[in-house]
């Protein structure tokens, strides 16, 4: 079975500076997705980032960009320009393609970031 | 689109007594999956559905029953809430193929049980 795990519970970043959050995950698999969760005190989950695992390329969205090791199975999220509104907890998770469920995520315990002002 | 839609948005059940928890999508997906969120544990899958008629147990089903008769909802039953079951549950559904598809969360039910 896959695991996810965030190795830190708590993070905090001045406003406008860089941040990153850790997460590395154990699989047998060779294809996969890996993805980074936003989760702010309203509790709804927003998708932050993607990465394919046979793309080499790291993914990149505005602020937020992700440096995937696969070797290392090492998927850390970079929030550049620290806003405010990035403060939340931020979930990084797995999926096979390979499981029958299709859609079936396996997650991180979450890193609780906040951005001082 | 209304996207995911989860009732009731809070519940106190009492130790013993049952209740469901509402999800419809309309968004026309295939999968549909019920997760618990615990501090600490991340979000954990209770059970999921591929299709109406399709069930199948995730990494937590004990205690819970689910049912999907329409593409649209997705209930999940507690069948004799215990206040191991206090957790804040999500419902979730995305498109089956384009695995790299992303899943659309509903606003989550905060349930305790005393």
């Known amino acids: 079975a896959q695991t996810v795990t965030q190795s830190q519970p708590e993070m905090s970043v001045q406003e406008a500076e860089t941040v990153t959050l850790s997460c590395t995950y154990d699989t047998s698999e060779s294809d996969y997705y890996l993805f980074w969760y936003k989760q702010p005190p309203s509790r709804q989950m927003i998708l932050v980032i993607r990465q394919e695992a046979y793309k080499q390329q790291n993914a990149t969205e505005n602020r937020f960009s992700v440096n995937f090791q696969k070797a290392a199975k090492s998927f850390s999220l970079k929030i550049s320009d620290s806003q405010l509104g990035d403060a939340a907890m931020y979930f990084c998770?797995?999926?096979?393609?390979?499981?029958?469920?299709?859609?079936?995520?396996?997650f991180g315990e979450g890193t609780q970031l906040t951005v001082n002002p | 689109n209304a996207g995911v839609t989860q009732t009731p948005k809070f519940q106190v059940l009492k130790t013993g007594q049952s209740m469901t928890l509402q999800c419809a999508q309309d968004?026309?997906?295939?999968?549909m999956s019920w997760y618990r969120q615990d501090p600490g544990m991340g979000l954990r899958l209770i059970h999921y559905?591929?299709?109406?008629?399709?069930?199948d147990q995730g990494e937590v089903p004990n205690g819970y029953n689910v049912s999907r008769s329409t593409t649209e909802d997705f209930p999940l039953r507690l069948l004799s809430a215990a206040p191991s079951q206090t957790s804040v549950y999500f419902c979730a559904s995305s498109y089956l193929a384009g695995i790299a598809y992303e899943q659309y969360f509903g606003p989550g039910t905060r349930l305790t049980v005393t």
């Open positions: 968004m026309n997906h295939e999968y």
């Open positions: 559905s591929v299709g109406a008629g399709i069930t």
């Open positions: 998770a797995y999926r096979t393609p390979r499981e029958t469920s299709g859609s079936r995520l396996t």
